[in-house]
């Protein structure tokens, strides 16, 4: 059974913290995971990305901010959220991306957890 199952999510406030966790199963030859996030009425963006050999891509707005790091004995990438701003409330959605045996990707999405930061 494929599952894509973030957690973490909740009410921070400015300044804070919030740890958001994905664990991905069922899923074979993952080749990267990544977090992005969609605000009511904007387009979903990417926030963090992280491939298998390690290297990562942030969104300008969340650079020196955010970290995004993935334990790939456990397939579970994590987003560490640092100096929160209430523009960082949203949706956040971990993606799972994987190739085939042709180098096509496919990805799977989780099911998304709220996330809101106060002032």
């Known amino acids: 059974q494929v599952q894509v199952v973030e957690s973490g999510g909740g009410l921070g406030q400015a300044g804070g913290s919030l740890r958001l966790s994905c664990a991905a199963s069922g899923i074979f030859s993952i080749n990267a995971m990544g977090w992005y996030r969609r605000a009511p009425g904007k387009q979903r963006e990417l926030v963090a990305r992280i491939t298998s050999g390690g290297s990562t891509n942030y969104a300008d707005s969340v650079k020196g901010r955010f970290t995004i790091s993935r334990d790939n004995a456990k397939n579970t990438a994590y987003l560490e959220m640092n100096s929160l701003k209430p523009e960082d409330t949203a949706v956040y959605y971990c993606?799972?991306?994987?190739?085939?045996?042709?180098?096509?990707?496919?990805?799977?999405w989780g099911q998304g957890t709220q996330v809101t930061v106060s002032s």
């Open positions: 993606n799972v991306n994987v190739l085939s045996g042709l180098g096509i990707p496919y990805d799977y």
